[in-house]
């Protein structure tokens, strides 16, 4: 079973609303569309940087996001 993470965002009013805004005229509940803007903006920094190397990933440490069971 894969893990999940929790990221705390700290958004404005007006982010906020554009958000729910955006989400809902693309058929996307909120935590939907912030992920899809993630892996967009993950995409255009592999395609304009270069890949991120799996070595560098395995050394960050994700133990401060993890859900607790």
Same mark, same amino acid.
């Given at each position: 079973?894969?893990?999940?993470?929790?990221?705390?965002?700290?958004?404005? +009013?007006?982010?906020?609303? &554009?958000?729910?805004? $955006? %989400?809902?005229?693309?058929?996307?509940?909120?935590? %939907?569309?912030?992920?899809?803007?993630?892996?967009?903006? $993950? %995409?255009?920094? +592999?395609?304009?940087?270069? &890949?991120?190397?799996?070595?560098?990933?395995?050394?960050?440490?994700?133990?401060?996001?993890? +859900? &607790? +069971?």
């Amino acid at each position: 079973m894969k893990q999940n993470y929790t990221v705390p965002v700290k958004l404005n +009013e007006e982010m906020i609303r &554009k958000l729910l805004y $955006i %989400a809902q005229a693309e058929g996307r509940s909120p935590s %939907a569309h912030f992920l899809f803007m993630l892996r967009n903006n $993950i %995409a255009y920094f +592999e395609r304009t940087k270069g &890949k991120i190397p799996q070595d560098a990933l395995r050394g960050i440490s994700l133990e401060e996001y993890a +859900e &607790k +069971e």
